[in-house]
């Protein structure tokens, strides 16, 4: 579910099928402390009432995640 609003107003929700494929790397240096770096790619298909000229850019989301840091 996608939920939409801003502080104060609430525009709506949405559902829908996702899938987010990804992998992560973590990496021991010494002793606690460690590496790590992932990649993570999100698409999802809600369901959305539009013109069907829309349809192909308001029914598919996508995003890429890449994250990389340090573990103590």
Known sequence: TLRQKTHSTNYGQQSGVGFSPGFDVDYRISGGFRVY???DYCVSFPDTDTN???RSFFGTLQQLNIQFGIKF
Request: zero cysteines.
């Open 52 to 54: 069907a000229e829309y």
């Open 37 to 39: 770096a992932g990649l």
